[in-house]
């Protein structure tokens, strides 16, 4: 399955130039601990990196420093790592594992933003088609046990 086909396309996204304080306010808004940084290029919005709330937390609030003298820019995570939207959920688990993060931007073919996926998204889609697996088992018998009728 394609990871661009379950990806959350609802992303919460800031530009380099957001503040601090508007960062942590659309994260309270939209209930969400990141948003992806992107670059506005050609009428698209291309990734290019990602701030969470625990970068906030690190990098601004835990040094007492000023929060109007920084960025989103400032404090991104800026080697990105994207996902084209055609990879399927298995090449997706192994980048994220490789490359040891737990959310990944979902691009097009021309690398504009079309989605987000986290590792608890793929869980719940794993946890989801388990369970549809744990069913087979108890259908097989009751098949055989009709077919023996």
């Not at 396309?9 to 503040?19: G, K, L, Q």
């Not at 290019?48 to 960025?71: K, M, P």
């Not at 608890?120 to 088609?129: F, G």
């Amino acid at each position: 399955m394609p990871i661009g086909e379950f990806c959350n396309r609802e992303v919460v996204f800031a530009t380099r130039e957001t503040s601090i304080q508007e960062a942590a306010l659309l994260m309270r808004q939209y209930h969400v601990g990141d948003l992806v940084v992107v670059d506005e290029i050609d009428g698209k919005r291309v990734p290019a990196g990602i701030v969470t709330d625990r970068d906030i937390v690190i990098e601004i609030i835990s040094q007492s420093l000023d929060l109007t003298e920084f960025s989103v820019g400032d404090i991104m995570s800026p080697q990105l790592i994207s996902v084209q939207e055609n990879e399927g959920v298995f090449e997706t688990i192994r980048l994220m594992r490789t490359k040891g993060i737990r959310r990944i931007p979902v691009v097009n073919p021309e690398g504009g933003l079309e989605g987000l996926v986290s590792a608890d998204d793929i869980l719940d889609l794993l946890a989801e088609e388990m369970a549809e697996l744990a069913k087979v088992a108890p259908r097989e018998q009751e098949r055989e046990v009709k077919a023996k009728i």
